[in-house]
């Protein structure tokens, strides 16, 4: 943890949803490494809390709050108590998602509407929540988690691809939209998490975890791209990395 590198002045207050595995997990370790201040949500608070703990352990500042995304209710609870807190909110980073996959024609609504609810309605929440305190103070930094996923399509992938370019597409909007907030979409291909440990098709959902154990990068180095992201000056707004394994086309 090198928190004395950066000053005071430079520490941002940054909220990331679903801290407690994976990309948040590794970003809010990163951000704190980076000197930030990191509020970290997600629904198990258990891991939260060891998160957090062991960030200030190493010397960092973290904070945890228990989140829900689907709910506009939790989402804008963890952004009012972080506001409360520290008095403003820099960065929000939404991060939180799920990716049950499989055909159309298996008709698995309700894991569509899952994906639909977490990865889309849940970024949509963070801003309606995070936006009007960003233009009151005329200044932040939105960043969403899209995926290589956002680009194309595959077999499969059809729900989580739709909630992903929907994710790009709204950010976009959001930029063109601002010229006080600055808004980024980094987009993953293959990351080591627990993404691929969940949906009920289990075909599918091994053939994926395959895929990924084969080819998946750190989680820590899409950590780092979000870092160069926020650490860019106030008037630098990248708006859109892609950060996949080398070995995939
Ligand atoms: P993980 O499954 O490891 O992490 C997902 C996180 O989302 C967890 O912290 C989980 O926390 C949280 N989450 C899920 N549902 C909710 C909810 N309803 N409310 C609040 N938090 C929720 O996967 P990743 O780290 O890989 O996923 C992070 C993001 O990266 C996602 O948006 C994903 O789509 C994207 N991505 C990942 C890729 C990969 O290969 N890993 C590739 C491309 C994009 P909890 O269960 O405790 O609530």
Same mark, same amino acid.
């Given at each position: 943890?090198?928190?004395?590198?950066t000053?005071?002045?430079?520490?941002?207050? @940054?909220?990331?949803? =679903?801290?407690?595995? +994976? %990309?948040?997990?590794?970003?809010?370790?990163?951000? !704190?490494?980076?000197?930030? #201040?990191?509020v970290?949500?997600a629904?198990?608070?258990?891991?939260?809390?060891?998160?957090?703990?062991?960030?200030?352990?190493?010397?960092?500042?973290?904070?945890?709050?228990?989140?829900?995304?689907?709910?506009?209710?939790?989402?804008?609870?963890?952004?009012?108590?972080?506001?409360?807190?520290?008095?403003?909110?820099?960065?929000?980073?939404?991060?939180?998602?799920?990716?049950?996959?499989?055909?159309?024609?298996?008709?698995?609504?309700?894991?569509?509407?899952?994906?639909?609810? @977490?990865?889309?309605? =849940?970024?949509?929440? +963070? %801003?309606?929540?995070?936006?009007?305190?960003?233009? !009151?103070?005329?200044?932040? #930094?939105?960043?969403?988690i899209?995926?290589?996923?956002?680009?194309?399509v595959?077999?499969?992938?059809?729900?989580?691809?739709?909630?992903?370019?929907?994710?790009?597409?709204?950010?976009?909007?959001?930029?063109?939209?601002?010229?006080?907030?600055?808004?980024?979409?980094?987009?993953?291909?293959?990351?080591?998490?627990?993404?691929?440990?969940?949906?009920?098709?289990?075909?599918?959902?091994?053939?994926?975890?395959?895929?990924?154990?084969?080819?998946?990068?750190?989680?820590?180095? @899409?950590?780092?791209?979000?870092?160069?992201?926020?650490?860019?000056?106030?008037?630098?707004?990248?708006?859109?990395?892609?950060?996949?394994?080398?070995?995939?086309?």
């Amino acid at each position: 943890m090198n928190s004395t590198t950066t000053p005071t002045a430079d520490r941002k207050i @940054v909220i990331v949803t =679903g801290a407690s595995s +994976g %990309i948040g997990e590794a970003t809010a370790r990163r951000l !704190a490494a980076d000197g930030h #201040h990191v509020v970290l949500g997600a629904r198990r608070v258990d891991r939260l809390k060891a998160l957090a703990e062991e960030i200030r352990l190493a010397g960092g500042q973290a904070d945890h709050h228990e989140l829900d995304v689907t709910s506009l209710d939790s989402v804008r609870a963890f952004v009012q108590a972080a506001h409360e807190r520290h008095g403003r909110v820099d960065v929000m980073v939404n991060n939180a998602g799920v990716m049950p996959l499989s055909r159309l024609e298996a008709g698995l609504v309700e894991e569509w509407d899952q994906m639909i609810d @977490v990865n889309l309605r =849940g970024t949509l929440h +963070g %801003i309606a929540a995070v936006l009007p305190l960003m233009r !009151a103070r005329g200044a932040g #930094h939105i960043v969403n988690i899209g995926s290589t996923a956002a680009y194309r399509v595959d077999p499969t992938a059809a729900v989580y691809c739709a909630t992903k370019f929907a994710v790009r597409a709204l950010s976009e909007g959001l930029r063109q939209e601002s010229t006080d907030i600055r808004v980024t979409v980094v987009s993953p291909g293959y990351t080591e998490s627990e993404l691929t440990h969940h949906g009920s098709d289990e075909e599918v959902r091994a053939a994926v975890h395959a895929a990924s154990q084969q080819f998946a990068i750190p989680a820590a180095s @899409v950590a780092g791209a979000i870092a160069y992201a926020i650490a860019q000056p106030e008037d630098v707004d990248v708006n859109e990395l892609i950060v996949r394994p080398t070995a995939l086309t």
